[in-house]
């Protein structure tokens, strides 16, 4: 079932050709994500994407990565890793 207000974990931001962007991962990763979700962690997002080629330490694929283009750059700044923030 599509949910929104899922709870993520960040693990990292970095800028590329000025965006900003959100790498986290899915706290429950049977959640199915609705889309289009407007916010993670009360920062917009213009869009956002699950990253299936990440590996874990088991060589096998994480399905629970996802990646988000902030609306924002200046809100990069209020995403920390390990922050636990919601997707609505």
Do not use: N, Q
């Amino acid at each position: 079932m599509a949910v929104k207000g899922a709870e993520f974990v960040v693990d990292g931001t970095f800028e590329s050709c000025g965006r900003g962007y959100v790498v986290a991962h899915l706290i429950d990763p049977v959640v199915e994500i609705a889309k289009p979700a407007t916010a993670l962690g009360g920062c917009p997002v213009e869009e956002w994407l699950d990253m299936p080629r990440v590996l874990g330490a088991d060589r096998c694929e994480r399905t629970d990565f996802f990646g988000f283009c902030l609306r924002d750059l200046a809100d990069r700044k209020r995403l920390r890793p390990g922050d636990r923030v919601i997707l609505t």
